[in-house]
């Protein structure tokens, strides 16, 4: 068995000056962070978990603004 000759990374500079160790994706060269394909969600998984994430936000600015509504009428 021959360790060197399979062994492929990605290859693409980090933030620290190293070289990214990720295995590349089928056919890019490029592993999946250096890949240029983080567009958004691609995926019906990934845009529901974006929508999610986008609800709880909203849900926590509408209880914050309720919470400084109701500190106001309080002290008012
Ligand atoms: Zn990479």
Do not use: F, Y
């Not at 983080?38 to 529901?48: D, Q, V």
């Amino acid at each position: 068995m021959s360790l060197s000759q399979t062994e492929q990374v990605c290859g693409a500079r980090t933030r620290d000056g190293g070289t990214c160790q990720e295995a590349p994706i089928n056919g890019t060269g490029r592993c999946r962070l250096h890949g240029g394909a983080s567009t958004g969600p691609k995926t019906a998984e990934g845009r529901k978990r974006t929508s999610e994430a986008n609800k709880q936000r909203w849900r926590k600015i509408a209880v914050a603004l309720m919470l400084l509504e109701q500190r106001k009428g309080a002290s008012g």
